[in-house]
């Protein structure tokens, strides 16, 4: 680390708020262009820096950690899934990594909830319908959607991310259904009137949405398979804001082209920005732009927190999110 204030490099723009205390407090190097960095520009970065801010834009792995300079001490993501940093290797580095957990929860959960309304209550066509001047009049059996209330919904990864859909869709009048490798506490089980199943393939089975909310790690990459997949119901609705590599998206493309699943609202993909062309052009199936967590309010928080685990760090404590807390 060099004498004085940390130089701190930023590989994309965050709110102008944050852009402006991060100035404030460190040697800060903005990506004043908004493109994301090439691997060139990111191996640049990581040479320079004692403090690298990437989002999940950025591919931090292995051979590119490789390059990290001896100054780099801390990688402070904005955002809170890490799926794009290779965390094992940067903890044999002696490279901190923290995230920002929690600022994003609600934001997310509702982004959620607006898929699993607006898929089976078939938005999509309804708005395209007034958009191109083709609407009739009332009809009543024009535009037909599926009821929510009464339904079960099984939520897969139960975290912050996932309680907050179940106390969302509780109010919607669903039936909670989870499943996770841990059994919640049975007090928020309660609370939440949720039933877990330890077994995923049975859960699938039995119910009318599935919600995707688990992280994307080694253990969850295409966790619903093609023979998962096949397991739900042909009625059933799948959405998820997580992250697109845990569910197998071909296989999921084919099934809905072949009218096997009801539809699906998918707001995260397996190769972003690529989104399977296969997923195009079906009434049943929105598709969102990875904007889950995209409130204004949200963004500043966190950059408020990447700009907490930074000055902690410089300050010589731990930083309050580290991802691996046995790091320091
Ligand atoms: O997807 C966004 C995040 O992980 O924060």
Known sequence: MTSGKLRVVVTRRLPEPVETRLRELFDVDLNLDD?????????????????????????????????????LK???????????????????????????????????????????????RRLKEGLRLIENDEWAGWSPTGLTGRRITGKRLGILGMGRIGQAVARRARAFGMQI???????????????????????????????DVISVNCPHTPATYHLLSSRRLKLLKPTAYIVNTSRGEVIDEAALARMLRAGELAGAGLDVFEREPEVNPELKGLDNVILLPHMGSNTIEGRIEMGEK?????????????????VVPSML
């Open 306 to 322: 990447v700009i907490i685990n930074i000055k902690t760090f410089a300050d010589g404590h731990r930083p309050p999110d580290l």
């Open 177 to 207: 259904h989870y499943h996770n490798r841990r059994r919640l506490h049975r007090s928020i089980e309660e609370s939440l009137e949720a039933t877990w199943w330890e077994s995923l393939d049975q859960m699938l089975a039995r119910m």
């Open 35 to 71: 493109a994301p960095m090439s691997r060139e520009q990111l191996a640049d970065a990581m040479r320079r820096a004692d403090v690298l801010v990437p989002t999940v834009t950025d591919r931090i792995d292995q051979r590119l950690l490789a390059q990290a300079g001896p100054d």
């Open 74 to 120: 801390l990688i402070a993501n904005y955002g809170a899934g890490v799926d794009h940093i290779d965390v094992e290797t940067a903890r044999q580095r002696g490279i901190l990594v923290s995230n920002t957990p929690g600022v994003l929860t609600e934001d997310t959960a509702d982004m959620t909830m607006a898929l699993i309304l607006a898929v089976p």
